[in-house]
């Protein structure tokens, strides 16, 4: 099982080409990421293994202790999504932050406007349920323009600009 989307331990995904050169510019490009309680839960909290190489902040109304993995830690913010923000823009330093579990949490985010670009990775992988990306993003709903268009076997790259 597997294919090039599957996560490897220590932040290799199992991508070649188009694929892997769209994730090398992501992961340069951000120092600090943020997720949904869901998305947490649903991969365990990336358990034992080292999710990305800088820290990832949950959004969720639970709260628990910061765990550390290898670069990785996982520090979880009680009170919103703009504390989030603030604590991922401070570790990212003079580099972005990866919003990117959940699409509960990123439409919060779209609708409080403070999205600057987003990129949609599109896997022909049918899941029969799910949130819908687009849904709920506040009235009226964000500007999105697209100003990349990537594609290999395995995936369509699309970057938008937000506003």
């Known amino acids: 099982m597997g294919g ?3 996560y490897e331990s220590g932040h290799s995904f199992n991508a070649t080409g188009t694929d892997r050169a769209v994730l090398d510019e992501l992961f340069s490009a951000v120092c600090a990421g943020i997720v949904g309680r869901r ?10 293994e080292q999710a990305l190489p800088f820290p990832i902040f949950v959004v969720t109304s ?13 520090t979880v913010v009680t009170d919103g999504i703009q504390s989030a923000l603030r604590q991922a823009r401070a570790a990212a330093g003079d580099k972005g932050v990866s919003i990117g579990g959940g699409a509960r949490v990123i439409q919060r985010y779209l609708a409080a406007g403070v999205v600057d670009d987003m990129q949609v990775h599109l896997a022909p992988v049918l899941l029969g349920k ?3 990306l687009f849904d709920d993003l506040g009235s009226p709903p964000p500007r999105i323009t697209p100003i990349d268009v990537r594609w290999s076997e395995d995936a369509t790259h699309v970057r938008y600009q937000v506003g």
């Open 4 to 6: 090039p989307w599957t």
């Open 39 to 48: 998305m947490y839960d649903v991969v365990d909290g990336w358990g034992e």
């Open 62 to 74: 639970r709260p628990a202790d910061k765990r550390v993995v290898g670069k990785s830690s996982y």
């Open 130 to 132: 799910g949130t819908r």
